[in-house]
């Protein structure tokens, strides 16, 4: 058999970002093996669990590859799995093409432009599939303004506030930690090409420690796991700072230099109420475990000992006070200096280091060229619910999902399934599957999987620009959402020197940047070389100093000092709800994506169904494992089945995220979630749920 092999990039929604070599048969066009990329320097020769077996996903016999519309007559609503087709009947690309765009056009002509949403998020991270030719098309079209602030926005305003951008910590330098703190961070889960320099880290003595309510398969293999209760992780934050401060473990010298309002947060921070004996019963362990990470975490870096790094993910900030949560937990590299150490500081996100050229690919100055003349309303995906129940002037009328699939994401999802129900609301969905969401629609798309397009790549996890090859043509007749968003603005007779523009020609305007960092950097050069290192100005002394210029003071912002308050729903406030829930992410999904498959299906089965209780708390509701429960509150109520183990402590339970059609009684942990936002940046507030639990 003669093969070929391309290099591709995985665009799915994670740090890591890999390399990806596809061996491809050159007789039959089909993809035969992917692996990672041994050149990668993060990836280094393989694949996440989700990834590795990626052909399965390709090549599914469930994949959707032609165009689909509503069969007369058929109402919109949950279908059973493996007889959606039986909903819908086959059309073609101009079929389809030509009444999406009819309905669109009237649409806007009764209720106005604004009555459109486009709802996407990060199905794919890639430049091109995930802001370009759509946003284009929406924003000459008029359509309302998604505020996508489902998963990163809180944290990622927390480190704009404090570093003026979003820079960290590389993968490569963890291994010159002496003590590292994955802080609401799953990394065997969801960040797994970070390991083998923890291992490394810990093979020459140093400490893991794991600061999580749930019990993850990180925190199995940490040497400390911290369980917090959910909710508190700005409280410890305050209390490991009120040590440090009070044993005088912060480095006046940096601080000076490199910070503004250090001095207030001291004072703030050394309040009796960061104390740790004060602390602990809210953030839910032991002062002496406080005291200890504090001790560990000012220590690390003095004295001929190697320095601390903190991987803070995004679970923190997942909680009604989550935005506060990350700036204090990004404030503390800053207090003991460790950002002066090769293998110090802190990582959450390096989206900040990419400069890509987001203006050329969106072009929001088309929004001006809209019939509305101005820049359209913005509404927050987190309130989806909301927007298709209540929001009027304009109502949403018509609906665009792509690259998401809210029908299972979004929160108080018993108010989202009642919006996408309405049989007023033309809903358009471009998949690669029928999910949750496609249940719904009016018309379906088949969407490429990212071995069927090209596309270019950041990462949020390390520091190299990709480029990623089609290594096989579309199956069917699947297109990517360049193609899609491009052809429906020509068919709107938008002009086409913004409409009518190939991949490599986006490519070259999304390099098209004064960035510093990626300055020289060319679509002929990654042609070439498929990856190259951002300029990143390693020469500089490793203080970030040179981050810090984007702030008001051009120092690390530690002002406003982060208070600690309660959210609405947590341990502190409960009542009619006693229990807090997490309703967590899959180690083996992305998101939803890959819930619907045999192979990854299988590797969760120890979650699949269940609600993790502590012993306690089901002997004082006569629970016993393997009883059937409900688990409610004012919201909605889901049905599992009970599972007693040490994965969480007493006063908290968990689930995990499925699909609906997938779930019991077709209802999801999203039933349970509130449309709340966090304290900063909009974000979504999962991790601020009440519930109670009975036995059926």
């Known amino acids: 058999m003669s093969t070929r092999q391309i290099h591709a990039v995985c665009t799915h929604d994670c740090p890591d970002s890999c390399g ?67 909903a819908f009947e086959r059309i073609s690309w101009d079929e389809a093409l030509d009444e999406i765009t009819a309905k669109l056009t009237s649409i806007a002509a009764e209720h106005g432009p604004e009555s459109v949403l486009p709802y996407s998020y990060a199905g794919t991270i890639g430049q091109l599939g995930y802001a370009s030719m759509d946003r284009r098309f929406f924003h000459r079209f008029g359509a309302s303004q998604l505020d996508r602030t489902i998963c990163a926005s809180a944290g990622a305003e927390a480190l704009n506030r404090v570093y003026g951008t979003r820079v960290g910590t590389s993968p490569q330098e963890f291994a010159n930690a002496g003590l590292i703190i994955a802080w609401g961070a799953n990394i065997h889960g969801n960040n797994i090409h970070l390991w083998p320099f923890i291992e490394q880290a810990r093979r020459e003595g140093a400490k893991l420690v794991v600061i999580d309510p749930y019990r993850t398969r990180t925190a199995a293999l940490a040497d400390t796991h911290l369980a917090v209760k959910p909710g508190s992780d700005l409280l410890l ?29 001291r004072d703030h921070a050394l309040r009796a109420e960061h104390a740790p004996e004060n602390a602990a019963t809210i953030v839910g362990v032991d002062a002496s475990e406080i005291e200890a990470l504090a001790q560990a975490y000012g220590k690390a870096g003095r004295e001929g000992r190697k320095p ?29 200096g460790s950002w002066k150490l ?70 108080d999802s018993t108010k989202v399934l009642a919006g996408m129900g309405r049989e007023d609301l033309f809903t358009v969905v471009h998949e690669q599957f029928f999910t949750d969401s496609t249940d719904f629609a009016d018309i379906v798309l088949p969407a490429t999987t990212f071995l069927e397009h090209k596309e270019l790549m950041g990462s949020y996890g390390h520091r190299l620009v990709q480029l990623s090859d089609a290594a096989i043509a579309p199956l069917g007749e699947a297109r990517t959402n360049v193609w899609l968003f491009g052809q429906l603005g020509l ?36 042609e070439a070389e498929k990856q190259v290192p951002l300029h990143f100005p390693e020469t500089l002394p490793w203080s970030t100093r040179a981050w810090f210029t984007q702030t008001p003071s051009g120092k690390a912002e530690l002002l406003p000092v982060p208070v600690w308050v309660a959210p609405t729903e947590s341990h502190v406030t409960a009542q009619a709800y006693p229990l807090q829930f997490l309703p967590r992410k ?47 509150n004012e919201r909605g109520v889901i049905r599992l089945i009970a599972k007693i183990d040490e994965q969480v402590k007493s006063g908290v339970c968990a689930a995990r995220l499925d699909w609906n059609k997938l779930s019991r009684e077709g209802a999801n942990v999203n039933a349970l979630t509130s449309q709340r936002l966090t304290d900063i940046a909009g974000g979504a507030t999962f991790y601020s749920t009440l519930v109670e639990v009975q036995r059926v």
């Not at 990806?20 to 669990?49: I, N, S």
């Not at 987190?382 to 690259?403: C, F, R, W």
């Not at 992305?590 to 699949?608: D, K, P, Y």
């Open 342 to 411: 090769r293998g110090g500081g802190l990582l959450l996100s390096m989206s900040g280091a990419f400069g890509f050229n987001g203006a050329a690919l969106q072009r929001p100055d088309l929004m001006q060229c809209s019939v509305l003349g101005r820049e359209a309303r913005m509404i927050n995906m987190n309130e989806l619910g909301d927007a298709l129940t209540t929001l009027n002037d304009p109502p949403v009328k018509a609906m665009v999902v792509y690259n998401c699939n809210p029908a299972a994401v979004a929160p």
């Open 491 to 526: 068919r709107m007779g938008f002009e086409p020197e913004w409409f009518a523009v190939a991949e490599d020609a986006l490519i070259d305007e999304a390099l098209e940047t004064r960035h510093p960092w990626m300055q020289g950097i060319t679509r002929a050069q990654l």
């Open 237 to 265: 934050a305050l209390s490991v700072m009120h040590v440090l401060f009070r044993e005088g473990l912060q480095d006046e010298a940096y601080l000076d230099e490199c910070a503004h309002g250090w001095r207030e947060l």
């Open 586 to 632: 899959a180690d083996n999904y992305m998101n939803t994506t890959f819930a619907n498959l045999s192979g990854h299906q299988q590797m969760e089965r120890r979650t699949a169904g269940v609600l993790e209780m502590h012993m306690t708390d089901a002997t004082a509701r006569n629970i016993r494992e393997g009883d059937e429960v409900r688990v409610f």
């Open 20 to 86: 990806v070599l596809v061996t491809v048969d050159e007789l039959t066009g089909r993809a035969t093996k992917v692996q990672g990329d041994p050149a990668h320097p993060v990836t280094r020769g393989f694949l996440c669990g989700k990834v590795a077996r990626y052909l399965e996903r390709v090549y599914s016999p469930e994949r959707l590859l032609y165009p689909m519309r509503r069969k007369r007559g058929v109402k919109k609503g949950p279908l059973p799995k493996g007889e959606e087709a039986n």
């Open 308 to 336: 601390a790094v903190i991987r803070m993910n995004y679970g923190i900030q997942r909680a009604e006070n989550g935005g506060h949560a990350a700036r204090a937990v990004a404030m503390l590299p800053v207090i003991t």
